[in-house]
């Protein structure tokens, strides 16, 4: 007789049972006949005769209440109660081919959000849902709040991820409030955006404190420009920064001679 390896989900034997897990196992093996509930028991015992006849009855009953497996004939009413109990009450069970409304749907379009995240958010919410086994009656309104809240710590998540600078990159508007009082204005500020976007991107450096980088850079070269700073200790910080003078002018001058008394 050919060996049987079975492993399980814990989520799903934490949540259901071992009986359930290990069922369920055989089921998504293609190792058990559903053809009815008579030839699920049946295949059952075939293939986990360890199992307890009462156990496996309760297993299947869980099972089929969360939509985990399904059987083609389900004409002994008697065996299915479970499934048939919600016929006069609105609220219900998620099942595994839930999905969001249309109007649901376009209620999430206008959001913007990338549909990759909001399939992946889908399963996620059917998974909790069906383990749980609650009944709801607005599985839409809930999947709402459920992605909003997902999307919000999705993109907050993101300012915390180091990132490498690209042409489309802006300051923040705090950044022109701060430099306001240091009395540079917004006009000036962005005069030095290109050249800041150009150095950084060539460099390939990932942070998440570009706008505190951008406020020193524009200090640094706001300083240069109005010569307040014109030293070479403070040319060699800026980023990227330059000379005021050419090479050829800086290397004729002679100023610092006339300093120099040799009486």
Same mark, same amino acid.
């Given at each position: 007789?050919?060996?049987?390896?079975?492993?399980?989900?814990?989520?799903?034997?934490?949540?259901?049972?071992?009986?359930?897990?290990?069922?369920?196992?055989?089921?998504?093996?293609?190792?058990l006949d559903?053809?009815?509930? !008579?030839d699920?028991?049946?295949?059952?015992n075939?293939?986990?005769?360890?199992? !307890?006849?009462?156990?496996?009855? #309760?297993?299947?009953?869980?099972?089929?209440?969360?939509?985990?497996i399904?059987?083609?004939?389900?004409?002994?009413?008697?065996?299915f109660?479970?499934?048939?109990?919600?016929?006069?009450?609105?609220?219900?069970?998620?099942?595994? !081919?839930?999905?969001?409304s249309?109007?649901?749907?376009?209620i999430?379009?206008?959001?913007?959000?990338?549909?990759?995240?909001?399939?992946?958010?889908?399963?996620?919410?059917k998974i909790?849902w069906?383990?749980?086994?609650?009944?709801?009656?607005n599985?839409?309104?809930?999947?709402?709040?459920?992605?909003?809240?997902?999307?919000?710590?999705?993109v907050?998540s993101?300012?915390?991820?180091?990132?490498?600078?690209?042409?489309?990159?802006?300051?923040? !508007? @705090?950044v022109?409030d701060?430099l306001?009082?240091s009395?540079?204005?917004?006009? #000036?500020a962005?005069?030095?955006?290109?050249?800041?976007i150009?150095?950084?991107?060539?460099?390939g450096?990932?942070?998440?404190?570009?706008? #505190?980088?951008f406020?020193?850079?524009v200090?640094?070269?706001?300083?240069?420009?109005?010569?307040?700073?014109n030293?070479?200790?403070n040319?060699k910080?800026?980023e990227?920064?330059?000379?005021?003078q @050419?090479?050829?002018?800086?290397?004729? @001058?002679?100023?610092?001679?006339n300093?120099?008394?040799? @009486?």
């Open positions: 007789m050919k060996k049987i390896k079975i492993s399980f989900s814990r989520e799903v034997a934490e949540t259901l049972g071992l009986e359930s897990a290990i069922i369920l196992e055989l089921f998504n093996q293609n190792l559903n053809s009815s509930y !008579d699920l028991v049946l295949s059952i075939k293939n986990a005769n360890f199992l !307890d006849d009462g156990k496996i009855e #309760s297993s299947i009953e869980k099972l089929l209440r969360y939509d985990f399904k059987i083609k004939n389900t004409s002994n009413g008697a065996n109660s479970v499934k048939a109990a919600s016929k006069n009450n609105n609220s219900k069970r998620i099942s595994n !081919d839930w999905m969001p249309h109007e649901t749907l376009e999430i379009g206008m959001a913007k959000i990338p549909s990759e995240f909001l399939n992946l958010k889908i399963k996620e919410f909790y069906i383990e749980r086994g609650q009944q709801k009656n599985w839409n309104s809930t999947f709402i709040d459920f992605l909003r809240r997902e999307w919000s710590k999705e907050n993101n300012k915390t991820t180091p990132y490498v600078l690209d042409e489309s990159w802006f300051p923040d !508007d @705090d022109f701060i306001n009082l009395e540079i204005t917004k006009d #000036s962005l005069k030095y955006l290109r050249e800041f150009l150095y950084w991107k060539d460099k450096s990932a942070f998440t404190t570009w706008n #505190s980088k406020i020193d850079h200090k640094r070269r706001y300083m240069m420009d109005n010569e307040i700073g030293n070479e200790e040319k910080y800026s990227p920064g330059k000379y005021t @050419d090479f050829k002018s800086r290397k004729n @001058d002679s100023n610092w001679a300093e120099i008394n040799l @009486d």
